[in-house]
């Protein structure tokens, strides 16, 4: 059975800390791997992973994919509490175009 | 762009009672998608469309129903309410029109939530 699984469930941080989430997956078919970030709303996608080591970056965040480990993560430095929220992993696949998502990271950043 | 566009953003329904929920997206995206997620929890797929008058079920599809006779909707149904149905429901669209990874991106609709009572 297809799995994604997010460490850790819940974090707690205070500003300016840096924080590491991860993603691990079990499933056949990869094609993607995609990280979002959940606010009070829908999920805003963040990045789009496809290839090994290759790191995406957007401002303090940084991703990147190990396909042979079969894992990624997603770096935040110098956390805002802007950034609480809940990061959620989604694999989708090569086959039926599903994608499967992890249960997310709640951060939570204080002052 | 409006994006993707969700009605009711909030429902309370008795058992048995059925209601649909509606999707509509205009950025004529063959791919359309309906995920349920629970307190705590990460998104399940329900139904997914890959366009016009095609639809196959997703990891969670009992209880539901969907049909695509449009690009732009995709509506969700529920026939007789339960109370495992309490949750909130997002749809979401995503363009994909060959093997691409690159089109991956999904973009999701603010979202409905229910209550079965």
């Known amino acids: 059975e297809d799995k994604v699984v997010q460490s850790p469930l819940s974090l707690v941080v205070h500003e300016g800390d840096t924080v590491t989430l991860n993603c691990s997956y079990e499933v056949t078919n990869f094609r993607s791997l995609l990280w979002y970030k959940q606010e009070k709303k829908a999920p805003t996608f963040l990045f789009m992973l496809t290839s090994s080591g290759i790191e995406k970056k957007s401002g303090r965040l940084s991703s990147i994919l190990d396909k042979k480990e079969l894992f990624s993560i997603l770096n935040i430095t110098a956390t805002q509490t802007g950034d609480s929220a809940i990061y959620l992993c989604?694999?989708?696949?090569?086959?039926?175009?599903?994608?499967?998502f992890g249960t997310g990271t709640s951060l939570t950043v204080i002052p | 762009n409006a994006g993707v566009t969700q009605t009711p953003k909030f429902r309370i329904l008795k058992i048995g009672q059925s209601m649909t929920l509606q999707c509509t997206q205009d950025m004529n995206h063959n791919y359309m998608y309906w995920y349920r997620q629970d307190p705590g929890m990460g998104l399940k797929l329900i139904y997914y469309?890959?366009?016009?008058?095609?639809?196959d079920k997703g990891e969670v599809p009992n209880g539901y129903n969907v049909s695509r006779s449009t690009t732009e909707d995709f509506p969700l149904r529920l026939e007789l309410a339960a109370p495992s149905q309490t949750s909130v429901y997002f749809c979401a669209s995503s363009y994909y029109p060959i093997r691409a990874a690159s089109t991956d991106t999904q973009y999701f609709g603010p979202g409905t939530r229910l209550t079965v009572l």
């Open positions: 989604a694999v989708g696949l090569n086959t039926g175009n599903q994608f499967y």
């Open positions: 469309s890959v366009g016009a008058g095609i639809t």
